[in-house]
DNA sequence: TTGTTTATTCTTTTT
DNA sequence: GAATAAACAA
């Protein structure tokens, strides 16, 4: 059953919501009251707006109480900036609202309900660095060889299994063949060591909330009762756990509200599952749909470029986005010489648009990886051109940072091993291999922890020169947590320790460039902790910690009035800019080549560059490079296949490559010479057969850009005003000296340079 | 036990 | 090219 607006929306004044312009489909959406919703919201067609003022009406017609609704948002900041428009509509604080992540929102009910589970409530939460060390413990106490199992790739078997919620204890390894075998032992292994130094890592913060539900039926009653509603944004990205975790919630109510675009799933590779949002009709019967097919963000020029690439793909809920915004520019998309060239002329793009009046914050560059930033902020930082980077190197993943978060966590939760051996040596206090053995063995059999050992002040299982340092650390938590319990303000605490520990003087007594930096970063970091603890009272170091790791890039980023934004893709979703820069769209960057041979991956990449596109709202200019300078070598490169998915009248082509001053970097090779070799792949192999791209992109003689001063054989002398299609394609709209306007075939004109 | 050197491996996206 | 692990010297 499907409704488009003009049916369902009966022009009811609901004053709550009449401050908000909506269009019929989406006041549709808000009014609705017969059972469960699911909003195909298309990219830009004011999902956050609906979801907004659905709670409003919750709140301000249905007479909820903000403390009864439940959502799922996909970042903390957009939970944060959610509450606040609900809050400025329905005038009610909106404090008590159960909205954020799904892993904060699970959080929160473990932290109440962790008893149940054979868990203190103030469990650290591991990410997934800290997944990997406590993997490579478990790996290396089994005996088991590490090249035998690499310890990511047994996470990610793990991982399967926590998604689907399948605890250890229902695999049976006797039924499994070897390799299965092994994992299930693993996933055994691992869940007790979580378990006993009390971490939960990212899926354990879904499937454990599951758990808890399916063993705890009041329990779950209770929750039912307590969550009138449910509401979930981005719903295309939820897993299976997520799917349980809503289903129990709302299964009973069937009070639930999902908006999301199967069009922009981008994180199967993390569990999500789009059947989720396919299937939303047969798991609640019932569901009424709604589809926001009005596009606000972008003009028709990139909305008609995004749809002919999403259109590539063939299983997709059917839709058709529109818009009635108008605007100048054209699609472009360039070729580079190489990645330097292709950072240089964005940084000169955007300088150049930033002249013309746009905002610098508004205008992003967009790529697929992480590694791809770097030739951005060395060509910005060249120009001067400010820059913000979100995602990349976490703040919160850098060593020294991870060294004092591994301090506090010991102060709240004295079990976590995993942190004690971080900090333990850090500085050297003479405690080795050896000296943890030893410790390891003493805690095991007095049934403690490492920390707890230390605390009780007896060493002689440890060899002469490690008592030393014991009796360091025993003093030093002693001391602590006595400042802790006293209720010495967090960023005391921590500035208290790090002096106390020689932390500071050792980065200090270092003078390298890094140690600069990093003693920069717990700068950073005490001052965060000071702001936190002033705009949190009452809030304990254990809430921090939590906030912490469960923040994401995004909620991290700061907008700063004078600096572009650089990020990946991922990142993106959500965000709209007036100007993004798709940078790469190379074959085997995007789409990625460990991708190639998977069909649904390969969609997902397809969605994922769609995902991009989108983000547009004025300006789109995507690029390539012909060599890139990977892993130590020059590679040629070929433009991805997505882009011969669209009509060439669609965008104008521009050459930047043939035009490029010859010049002699100190690490390139001269392009000549990379492309009349035989092509060699960046493993030193074919081992993927080669994408034979049309080479019309390539095609050395296709050199034109707008503006160039050319002479025809008939017409004679004329300008180039705009540029369609590629290679053999590639059409010419010339202005001639006579005055006309003539449009030519590039490969057939016969032009020359004059 | 610690710090240095060399070898080796591996490259996507993130809560 | 970078990050990590193993090997080695002090």
Same mark, same amino acid.
Request: hydrophobic share 40%; charged share 25%.
């Given at each position: 059953m499907t409704t488009n607006g003009h049916l369902a929306a009966p022009p009811v004044p609901t004053s709550i919501i009449d401050n908000v312009p909506l269009n019929d489909a989406q006041r549709a959406a808000v009014v609705y009251d017969g059972g469960p919703q699911l909003v195909f919201a298309g990219a830009g067609s004011g999902k956050t707006r609906v979801l907004t003022a659905k709670i409003a009406w919750l709140i301000g017609h249905k007479r909820i109480t903000p403390h009864n609704i439940f959502a799922a948002t996909f970042t903390n900041k957009a939970a944060q900036e959610m509450k606040q428009r609900v809050r400025a509509l329905t005038g009610s604080p909106c404090d008590s609202l159960w909205i954020g992540t799904f892993h904060s929102l699970c959080a929160r009910i473990l932290r109440r309900e962790a008893s149940r589970l054979g868990f203190l409530p103030s469990f650290t939460i591991y990410d997934a660095d800290d997944q990997v060390s406590a993997m490579k413990k478990v790996i290396k106490e089994m005996e088991i060889d590490e090249r035998a199992i690499p310890p990511r790739q047994a996470l990610g078997a793990i991982s399967k299994y926590k998604n689907a919620c399948t605890p250890p204890e229902d695999l049976d390894p006797a039924a499994a063949p070897f390799f299965q075998r092994e994992i299930i032992r693993i996933y055994r292994e691992y869940a007790r060591m979580l378990k006993r130094v009390q971490a939960m890592d990212f899926d354990d913060l879904l499937c454990n909330a599951v758990?808890?539900?399916?063993?705890?039926?009041?329990?779950?009653?209770?929750?039912? !009762?307590?969550?009138?509603?449910?509401?979930?944004?981005?719903?295309?990205?939820?897993?299976?756990?997520?799917?349980?975790?809503?289903?129990?919630?709302?299964?009973?109510?069937?009070?639930?509200?999902?908006?999301?675009?199967? !069009?922009?799933?981008?994180?199967?590779?993390?569990? &999500?599952?789009?059947?989720?949002?396919?299937?939303?009709?047969?798991?609640?019967?019932?569901?009424?749909?709604?589809?926001?097919?009005?596009?606000?963000?972008?003009?028709?020029?990139?909305?008609?470029?995004?749809?002919?690439?999403?259109?590539?793909?063939?299983?997709?809920?059917?839709?058709?986005?529109?818009?009635?915004?108008?605007?100048?520019?054209?699609?472009?998309?360039?070729?580079?010489?190489?990645?330097?060239?292709?950072?240089?002329?964005?940084?000169?793009?955007?300088?150049?648009?930033?002249?013309?009046?746009? @905002?610098?914050?508004?205008?992003?560059?967009?790529?697929?990886?992480?590694?791809?930033?770097?030739?951005?902020?060395?060509?910005?930082?060249?120009?001067?051109?400010?820059?913000?980077?979100?995602?990349?190197?976490?703040?919160?993943?850098?060593?020294?940072?991870?060294?004092?978060?591994?301090?506090?966590?010991?102060?709240?939760?004295?079990?976590?091993?995993?942190?004690?051996?971080?900090?333990?040596?850090?500085? @050297?206090?003479?405690?080795?291999?050896?000296?943890?053995?030893?410790?390891?063995?003493?805690?095991?059999? &007095?049934?403690?922890?490492?920390?707890?050992?230390?605390?009780?002040?007896?060493?002689?299982?440890?060899?002469?020169?490690?008592?030393?340092?014991?009796?360091?650390?025993?003093?030093?938590?002693?001391?602590?947590?006595?400042?802790?319990?006293?209720?010495?303000?967090?960023?005391?605490?921590?500035?208290?320790?790090?002096?106390?520990?020689?932390?500071?003087?050792?980065?200090?007594? !270092?003078?390298?460039?890094?140690?600069?930096g990093r003693l920069e970063n717990i700068n950073e970091l005490m001052n965060t902790l000071t702001i936190w603890s002033g705009a949190n009272e009452g809030k304990a170091l254990s809430d921090f910690l939590q906030e912490v790791s469960l923040e994401t890039d995004v909620d991290r980023w700061q907008k700063r009035d004078d600096a572009v934004n650089l990020m990946t893709m991922h990142c993106a979703k959500g965000l709209e800019f007036k100007a993004v820069f798709l940078a790469g769209l190379e074959d085997g960057i995007l789409p990625s080549r460990l991708n190639f041979d998977d069909e649904e991956k390969m969609a997902e990449e397809r969605r994922l560059l769609y995902v991009g596109v989108t983000r547009a709202m004025d300006v789109l200019r995507c690029s390539y490079a012909e060599q890139r300078w990977r892993f130590g070598s020059v590679t040629p490169m070929s433009p991805s296949r997505f882009l011969h998915d669209v009509p060439p009248e669609v965008f104008d082509f521009e050459d930047r490559a043939a035009f490029h001053p010859a010049r002699e970097p100190a690490h390139h090779t001269r392009r000549n010479a990379v492309a009349a070799g035989p092509s060699k792949s960046w493993r030193g192999q074919d081992d993927h057969p080669k994408y034979d791209a049309p080479d019309h992109f390539t095609q050395e003689t296709v050199a034109f850009r707008i503006g160039q001063y050319i002479t025809h054989k008939n017409y004679g002398r004329g300008r180039i005003v705009s540029l369609s299609g590629f290679g053999k394609d590639l059409q010419l709209t010339i202005v001639f000296n006579d005055g006309a306007r003539r449009k030519l075939m590039a490969a057939f004109a016969n032009l020359e340079n004059s």
């Open positions: 758990y808890l539900f399916r063993k705890n039926p009041p329990v779950l009653a209770s929750y039912q !009762d307590l969550f009138r509603y449910v509401l979930v944004d981005e719903y295309q990205d939820t897993n299976l756990a997520q799917f349980y975790l809503v289903k129990h919630l709302a299964g009973r109510s069937n009070a639930i509200f999902v908006v999301g675009d199967d !069009d922009q799933s981008i994180y199967g590779w993390r569990g &999500a599952n789009i059947e989720n949002i396919l299937s939303f009709e047969k798991a609640f019967p019932g569901t009424h749909t709604f589809t926001l097919e009005q596009n606000y963000r972008s003009t028709q020029a990139v909305l008609r470029f995004a749809n002919t690439v999403i259109a590539g793909n063939t299983r997709r809920a059917e839709k058709k986005l529109w818009t009635s915004r108008s605007g100048s520019a054209r699609v472009r998309v360039t070729r580079y010489m190489d990645g330097r060239q292709e950072a240089d002329c964005i940084g000169d793009d955007i300088r150049e648009l930033v002249r013309g009046g746009m @905002p610098a914050p508004l205008v992003c560059v967009l790529f697929r990886t992480n590694a791809q930033s770097r030739a951005f902020e060395e060509a910005f930082r060249r120009k001067q051109l400010p820059y913000v980077l979100i995602g990349a190197v976490g703040f919160y993943e850098r060593k020294e940072i991870k060294d004092c978060l591994a301090y506090l966590r010991l102060i709240v939760n004295p079990l976590d091993d995993l942190s004690f051996e971080r900090i333990a040596n850090v500085p @050297p206090r003479g405690l080795g291999d050896r000296a943890f053995k030893d410790l390891r063995t003493a805690a095991r059999a &007095a049934g403690c922890s490492l920390l707890q050992i230390i605390l009780k002040g007896d060493f002689s299982m440890v060899a002469d020169r490690a008592r030393k340092g014991c009796a360091d650390l025993r003093e030093l938590f002693t001391e602590v947590n006595s400042w802790n319990a006293a209720g010495t303000a967090p960023h005391e605490v921590l500035s208290g320790m790090l002096t106390r520990t020689g932390y500071m003087d050792m980065l200090q007594g !270092d003078d390298s460039e890094e140690s600069e």
